[in-house]
């Protein structure tokens, strides 16, 4: 029952959302009525130090937290960052960018290379940027107007910002922490000998997919991406504002820990707001116009909001409906009920994990909830914990990136004025291939 109440809301929502129904309004509908749902079955839907003294009410209770939640962390992290980008275009900044950038061109003949470029660098920054929705937001701060500007579609441009994060690099994240103590590996030896070189492999798997998938989509969408001529960007503004867009990222690197005190990215921003009205204010000595300017960063901010962060919040009550109502746990039953060879129960739990981060749009939480097998599984088949583990680790990233209400999708695709599933379409094939070559990759690469 927990899984056929699952399945119906997620066709539930996919179809609403695909007849043009407001995202937000469908997710959180669907979402609260899980959570009643989940009331009527006698499940809790919040602690019982949090509980309102009603069940019914604790639903209610359990979508103000998480208002509060996403609107005070997340949310004024996706609100700055959008406030950022509309000051730059608003100055002209991006534009000085896009005029710079644009001479090398003629020495490309497509931009899908650029695209590809602009990939890697992205993958580069999830090394700074551990959370896939702050990395796909700054991204599209960022590199979005670029691409887009330089002749790639805004569906192409949207889609290398939402995947980065689909491969996981970093050996010091949360994820590879926990799989190295579930293998019960070193955790240098689980990273750089296993994880690194197969996330590696991925991601130049990935690269190429990109090139060849957005191409074939803007041919049949109609789009021809054209050279941008230099003279064709106006900007007044001089050319050192080119820097300014990327601050954001080198106060990342820096202000990292290692050799300067390490701040939060909300910080980091405003830093680069201040630094950026105060050079505004230099070239003309007009405060009045400085205010002005500034006042773009604040329409940006409300803009995010609304379209935004009220959509991640209703992608979180709807998330929390699906675990709350057993679906997870289900899944979770269904896997320990596999009996199969080594080869078989990898392909399946990575597939279970991958689809269970695509359902609730968390990479996080099927990771964790599926991982607690794996000592009992390894032990019962005799099979290697890495080798079950790691696929199961890119997975669930992998499978978020896929998810239409995933935070990193729905920022993307909220900031991009695009259909959340539009970006899932456009990252289909790239993930898709990243997940087989991951599969692959681990059979020949990690012992069972």
């Not at 005070?72 to 730059?88: D, E, P, S, T, W």
């Not at 130049?204 to 941008?228: C, N, P, T």
């Not at 006042?295 to 991640?312: I, N, Q």
């Not at 269904?334 to 981060?357: D, E, H, N, P, Y």
Request: glycine share 8%.
């Amino acid at each position: 029952m927990d899984l056929i109440i699952g399945i119906a809301a997620i066709v539930a929502v996919s179809y609403y959302i695909v007849k043009g129904y407001s995202a937000s309004g469908v997710l959180l509908t669907v979402g609260m009525l899980l959570l009643l749902a989940s009331v009527l079955m006698g499940k809790e839907i919040i602690p019982a130090d949090k509980a309102t003294g009603s069940i019914y009410l604790d639903v209610v209770e359990y979508v103000k937290d998480l208002l509060l939640n996403r609107g005070g962390g997340l949310g004024m992290l996706i609100m700055v960052l959008c406030g950022f980008a509309a000051y730059m275009t608003h100055l002209g900044a991006n534009d000085m960018v896009v005029k710079l950038v644009s001479h090398p061109l003629k020495y490309i003949n497509s931009p899908y290379l650029l695209m590809v470029v602009a990939y890697f660098l992205a993958c580069l920054m999830s090394f700074a940027v551990p959370s896939a929705t702050g990395l796909g937001v700054l991204l599209m701060a960022t590199l979005f107007p670029i691409m887009v500007n330089v002749g790639i579609s805004r569906g192409a441009a949207a889609a290398i910002c939402a995947s980065p994060a689909a491969i996981i690099l970093s050996p010091t994240s949360g994820d590879v922490v926990l799989a190295a103590e579930i293998a019960e590996i070193p955790l240098t030896k689980f990273a750089f000998s296993y994880t690194l070189p197969i996330s590696i492999v991925a991601i130049l798997a990935i690269a190429i997919s990109h090139f060849f998938w957005q191409k074939y989509l803007d041919r049949r969408e109609g789009f021809v991406a054209e050279e941008l001529e230099v003279k064709e960007i106006v900007t007044k503004v001089p050319k050192f504002y080119a820097i300014l867009p990327f601050t954001p990222i080198i106060g990342v690197l820096i202000f990292d820990g290692s050799i300067a005190p390490k701040l939060d990215i909300i910080t980091i921003v405003i830093l680069c707001l201040i630094l950026t009205a105060l050079l505004d204010f230099l070239r003309s000595f007009d405060a009045r116009k400085m205010y002005q300017d500034l006042e773009m960063t604040y329409k940006g901010m409300a803009d995010a909001f609304s379209g935004v962060v009220m959509l991640l919040v209703a992608a979180g009550v709807f998330a929390k409906g699906l675990s709350t109502v057993g679906f997870i746990r289900t899944l979770i039953d269904s896997v320990q009920s596999l009996g199969s060879g080594s080869v078989i129960m990898m392909i399946a739990l990575a597939l279970i994990t991958a689809f269970a981060a695509m359902a609730t749009g968390s990479g996080n939480a099927p990771f964790y909830a599926f991982i607690e097998l794996i000592p009992r599984i390894a032990k019962h088949m005799g099979i290697n914990p890495a080798y079950l583990t790691i696929p199961m680790l890119q997975a669930s990233n992998i499978g978020r990136s896929l998810s239409p209400v995933s935070g990193v999708v729905v920022a993307v695709s909220g900031m991009a004025n695009l259909s959340p599933f539009v970006v899932v379409k456009r990252v289909s094939v790239p993930m898709i291939v990243g997940f087989l070559t991951v599969i692959i990759c681990t059979e020949f690469m990690v012992a069972a």
